[in-house]
């Protein structure tokens, strides 16, 4: 071809030669030199990528391809850094996106970036699990049932129960599953005792709602009198 076009899909030095040849068999031959420079390729990757407010999260640049390269780091908020592998502390309770620029000696550059790459969570306590049931099951055996939490920071439930004539409110179990929503409670006597539970949600960072704060559900204690014509039955509140 006259006007040829060539992909060159490697660095190097490439030696281009020309012969023309006219109608009169006249040859000429011209040589010219093309330098394909290195373009790097830009990756990164990090020891976390989600944790409690303040988080701090350590880069490690994974770029190849380098010519005497320069890094450029973008971590929204208006953090930069210039380092290769730089130590960043993360303030801002939600997602954050991570973009780095490598650039060679050459002025070839690569740019990655990863949207919500980095997630701070929340120093708000989780609101407490929507109780749906309280159960008298047997003679002895309480069950309670709520919803399934959906948050992406679980830690536990913690299932509180008050004893009969107590005030207070005493821990009985902890959940680490966040798909049970039941708890079994045997050994109870609930026929002639009425038994409150409270359940407080626990998230990785800690935070939690005041035991105080929360909602207490309680089996229901029936007692009966009887008079002539009628009984009474008299019932513990919910």
Do not use: H
């Amino acid at each position: 071809e006259q006007n040829p076009s060539y992909l060159y899909d490697s660095a190097g030095i490439y030696q281009v030669s020309l012969i023309a040849i006219n109608t009169y068999g006249c040859i000429d031959t011209m040589r010219k030199t093309i330098i394909v420079n290195q373009t790097p390729n830009a990756e990164f990757e990090s020891d976390l990528q989600a944790g409690c407010y303040p988080l701090q999260v350590n880069f490690t640049s994974l770029s190849s391809w380098l010519v005497d390269p320069e890094f450029s780091w973008d971590f929204q908020d208006g953090f930069l850094s210039i380092e290769e592998n730089p130590a960043v502390i993360f303030t801002t309770q939600s997602y954050s996106d991570v973009t780095l620029i490598v650039s060679n000696a050459n002025g070839c550059s690569d740019t990655v970036s990863k949207s919500g790459f980095i997630e701070v969570f929340d120093t708000l306590p989780p609101a407490e699990p929507r109780v749906n049931t309280v159960t008298v099951e047997s003679n002895s055996v309480v069950k309670i049932a709520w919803d399934k939490t959906d948050i992406n920071d679980f830690a536990s439930y913690i299932i509180y129960r008050q004893e009969p004539g107590a005030a207070a409110f005493t821990m009985v179990a902890t959940i680490e599953n966040q798909d049970i929503n039941e708890f079994i409670d045997i050994g109870r006597n609930p026929l002639q005792n009425s038994y409150c539970y409270k359940i407080q949600l626990v998230d990785t960072c800690g935070n939690m709602e005041k035991l105080d704060s929360l909602t207490d559900y309680c089996t229901i204690n029936i007692s009966s009198e009887t008079f002539a014509d009628k009984v009474k039955l008299e019932l513990t509140p919910y």
